[in-house]
C-alpha cells in the first residue's frame, strides 16, 4: 500500500495518508476540523485548495469545483500533496 505525504501549509503540519479512509475522514483523525455536508463528492462544503500534487475521483464529483480545488470527502489521493489548510 503506498503512503502520501500531506502537507498543511497553515498549520505547518504533515499527515501520512494511504488512500483508505479520506481525506476528510485522515484529518478528523488528527482532530483538525473541517467543513463538510454530504460527504459523497455532491455539495463542495469540504473542498480544499491545492497547492502542490495530484489527486483523482472514482467517480467525478458533482460538486462544483476551481481548477486548483479537491473535494477532501471524496478524492483519491495520486501523489504527495500541499494543501491550502
Ligand atoms: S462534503 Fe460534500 S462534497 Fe465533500
Known amino acids: 500500500m503506498?503512503?502520501?505525504q500531506v502537507q498543511l501549509v497553515q498549520r505547518q503540519q504533515t499527515l501520512q495518508?494511504?488512500?483508505?479512509?479520506?481525506?476528510l475522514e485522515n484529518l478528523e483523525q488528527h482532530n483538525i476540523p473541517h467543513e463538510?455536508?454530504?460527504?459523497?463528492?455532491?455539495c463542495g462544503a469540504c473542498r480544499a485548495r491545492l497547492l502542490k500534487g495530484q489527486v483523482s475521483y472514482r467517480q467525478p464529483p458533482?460538486?462544483?469545483l476551481q481548477a486548483d480545488?479537491?473535494?477532501?470527502c471524496c478524492c483519491q489521493v495520486?501523489?504527495?500533496?500541499?494543501?491550502?489548510?
Open 2 to 4: 503506498k503512503v502520501y
Open 17 to 23: 495518508h494511504d488512500n483508505q479512509q479520506s481525506l
Open 36 to 42: 463538510y455536508q454530504c460527504r459523497s463528492g455532491y
Open 62 to 64: 458533482l460538486a462544483f
Open 69 to 72: 480545488e479537491v473535494l477532501l
Open 78 to 85: 495520486e501523489s504527495d500533496l500541499v494543501l491550502d489548510l
